[in-house]
């Protein structure tokens, strides 16, 4: 499967190195030059730098043959527009980070899949793990 993920912020990063652990291939497309080099020192993919707004970054990355395009920036706007040109170059499958849950219809009326305030979803997580340390 060819991925296409937006951002190399935690998420990101943590993404690319389950998917390339998995045996798919990855490009990422990152705005911050400093996060692109710490990827491109790390991992043998295609990094595209520059804002997903201003470029054709998605082309470059053969946004055609994507079998999904993942947003995972911190930026609901910059997530809003990849979504947003995903759709136009018909990527199957679309998935992103909301940050503000006030957006969230906006990425549901593209047909995106969500994943709604990552922050409380790790907080939930760890807060499992200490009940079930507790019950043990």
Do not use: C, W
Not at 105 to 124: C, D, H, W, Y
């Amino acid at each position: 499967m060819y991925l296409i993920v937006l951002g190399a912020g935690p998420e990101g990063a943590s993404l690319i190195d389950l998917a390339l652990k998995d045996g798919h291939e990855v490009a990422l497309i990152e705005e911050d030059v400093e996060r692109a080099r710490r990827v491109l020192k790390s991992h043998d993919i295609n990094v595209f730098q520059g804002d997903i707004a201003k470029s054709n970054l998605l082309e470059e990355a053969s946004a055609d043959r994507a079998d999904a395009l993942i947003a995972a920036t911190s930026d609901d706007s910059a997530n809003l527009m990849a979504m947003f040109l995903g759709k136009e170059y018909e990527i199957k499958t679309l998935i992103s980070m909301v940050n503000q849950s006030n957006h969230q219809s906006l990425f549901e009326r593209l047909g995106v899949q969500v994943l709604t305030n990552p922050e409380m979803i790790v907080a939930k997580s760890l807060y499992r793990m200490m009940e079930d340390s507790d019950n043990e």
